[in-house]
């Protein structure tokens, strides 16, 4: 008999135990991820669906209301700065180099009365000389020193003294019956028209540049506003229609409402832009334009008056660069072309009669002292000194009288296209008041009757 050997049998190695699987998680992505994942599971029942769709209508109808608000609270700043600020300020750089230039003609006619200067020329100086630097002290609290304009306004108040000093030394010396008072004169006419009155036109050219900016901005499109509204329509259409195929419902009252709050607020913002571009557009034609040809018109005056007065102050003495013409008869003729042109277009520009009476008789006052100024050149150059005098600062029949009528009726024309202007620039500025508080309030009740409305459709699910 055999018997099995006795051997003991190695027991096997005991299987290793299999680590347990973690619990499903998160993909990659975290929170973000998990949200995209109940997304799409809400988006797989109508419940979750119109969830979805009541979410974007309020976002899309809060966002147009947002936007809105914003882009014309914009707009009606730079409506509001056109009015209040950069229009005033343009009109008072303006009215600095006018000052300046009819304070320049005041010295002169001054001078050529003799020693006694009639007071009421003297008061006409001192009152330009005043109002020049009090509109140059208010132009520099609301201008930045660092800005174009800064530097203007720093040279003209550093130059201005200088200019009074030369005039006080040429009054000085035409008292004591001295020659060298015309040489003074003349030095400060050369520091006015050299120095102060260029000046005063870069600060006029800044000052206007800035309003144009103003209007631009204020008149430019709300492109923003015009596509989110439209999108947000187009969406509430959408919903309403897809409501209708579902349930065969025509109506959802609550999308209704939304839909109509967010119909009047884009034809409010449509109508009401489009009534403000109209009034800057008119404001811009028939105010801004014609301030700007009516003012060089007066101050081409100015200069032709100063001229003229200096031509009889200087008596030849100082000529052209050529030197074969008198250099202040030369400059006369030149500002009186330029002042016929500026007339001309003027009268293109008036708009109705209140603004083109005052035109037409500068215009007639302009032809009778070119006829008169010819009376004095034939009077000066016959040898008679003192009867040119007379007729350019004599009073009735003087040149002075027609200088005097072109000056009144072009302050007469500003004043109406100033007026047109200010009208025209407050109708449009008025015509955005109170848009953006109404795009927020219609905005908060469209999207809260798009959520009512979703909600109603919501709770036949429940």
């Not at 499109?221 to 959408?238: D, E, F, I």
């Not at 008789?361 to 009077?379: G, N, P």
């Amino acid at each position: 008999m055999t018997h099995p050997p006795n051997v003991r049998t190695a027991p096997r190695p005991a299987a290793a135990p299999v680590p347990a699987r973690p619990p499903a998680g998160p993909a990659h992505g975290g929170a973000w991820a998990e949200g995209r994942r109940r997304l799409r599971a809400a988006a797989t029942t109508e419940p979750g669906r119109l969830q979805i769709i009541g979410a974007v209508l309020a976002g899309l109808v809060v966002l147009f209301g947002a936007v809105t608000a914003l882009e014309v609270s914009d707009r009606a700043a730079s409506a509001d700065d056109v009015v209040s600020r950069s229009q005033p300020l343009s009109a008072d750089a303006a009215s600095i180099y006018r000052s300046l230039a009819d304070a320049d003609t005041a010295a002169s006619s001054g001078f050529l009365a003799g020693a006694e200067e009639p007071r009421d020329v003297h008061q006409r100086y001192e009152k330009d000389i005043a109002l020049a630097s009090r509109l140059l002290v208010k132009a520099a609290t609301n201008t930045d020193s660092s800005s174009e304009s800064g530097r203007q306004i720093a040279e003209l108040n550093e130059q201005l003294p200088r200019y009074t000093g030369l005039i006080e030394t040429a009054r000085a010396n035409n008292r004591l019956g001295r020659p060298l008072g015309g040489a003074y004169l003349r030095f400060a006419n050369e520091l006015m028209t050299k120095q102060l009155l260029p000046a005063a036109q870069r600060l006029y050219d800044a000052e206007t540049a800035r309003l144009e900016q103003d209007d631009e901005d204020a008149r430019f499109w709300p492109v923003l506003s015009l596509a989110a509204g439209a999108a947000a329509l187009a969406v509430l259409v959408w919903a309403q229609r897809r409501n209708y195929r579902r349930t065969n419902r025509v109506f959802n009252h609550g999308l209704l409402a939304a839909t109509a709050a967010s119909t009047v607020l884009l034809l409010w913002l449509t109508v009401g832009h489009t009534v403000a571009r109209a009034q800057l557009n008119d404001a811009k034609a028939h105010g801004q334009q014609s301030l700007k040809v009516l003012g060089d018109a007066r101050i081409n005056s100015l200069k032709a008056r100063a001229n003229e007065n200096l031509t009889l102050v200087a008596r030849g003495a100082v000529l052209t660069d050529d030197g074969k013409s008198d250099k202040y008869e030369t400059e006369y003729a030149g500002g009186m072309a330029r002042l016929g042109e500026q007339l001309g277009r003027a009268q293109r520009m008036a708009d109705d009669g209140e603004g083109r009476g005052p035109v037409e008789d500068a215009v007639r006052s302009v032809s009778q002292w070119q006829t008169r100024h010819k009376d004095v050149t034939a009077t000066d150059r016959a040898g008679d000194y003192d009867g040119a005098v007379h007729k350019v600062i004599g009073g009735k029949g003087s040149t002075d009288e027609s200088f005097d009528q072109v000056d009144k009726a072009l302050e007469k024309a500003l004043a109406h296209e100033q007026r047109e202007f200010t009208e025209a620039a407050e109708a449009g500025r008025e015509a955005l008041g109170g848009l953006p508080a109404g795009a927020a309030l219609l905005a908060l009740l469209g999207a809260v009757a798009a959520i009512l409305g979703i909600n109603r459709r919501l709770s036949e699910y429940r």
